[in-house]
């Protein structure tokens, strides 16, 4: 038999052995960015949207320009319906037409004016006005 732990001879051999397992080596504190800064980035994705990948093949399709105003509009609008509790909305702006799932800040699909003409929504349980800056806009859930 191997040996004795505190005096006993085990039935069995510890993984170790009798001597135990070698202490494990501090970690090494890694390069790179903090904890708290990966944090603030991934708090800070979750304030935008995203667009799915049959929005981007819409939105490449129908050769839609979104411009940084746009996309600003756009999550400024995801943002109110949120804090409204809307689940899935239809944000019409400009000419452009956008179906969102809030929840996952997702852009399901967009079309354009041309697209939109007799098109008919389903499953929503809102719809997103976006004016220009100076004349507002609001929610019709």
């Known amino acids: 038999m191997a040996g004795k732990i505190d005096g006993i ?5 510890p993984i170790g052995g009798v001597n135990g397992l070698p202490r494990p080596e501090p970690a090494i504190p890694r ?6 800064d990966l944090l603030q980035e991934a708090l800070q994705k979750s304030q935008d949207v995203r667009f799915s990948a049959h929005a981007q093949s819409r939105i490449v399709s129908r050769k839609i ?7 600003e509009k756009l999550v400024d609008a995801v943002n109110r319906a949120q804090a409204k509790g809307v689940h899935d909305s239809l944000i019409l702006m400009d000419d452009l037409a956008f179906i969102v799932n809030i929840d996952n800040r997702t852009v399901v699909t967009v079309m354009d004016q041309e697209n939109l003409k007799e098109n008919i929504f389903t499953n929503i349980d809102s719809a997103i006005v976006v004016k220009e800056e100076n004349e507002g806009g609001g929610i019709m859930t």
């Open 65 to 71: 320009e979104l411009d940084s105003r746009r996309v």
């Open 9 to 13: 001879t085990p039935p069995f051999v």
């Open 31 to 36: 390069e790179g960015p903090s904890f708290h």
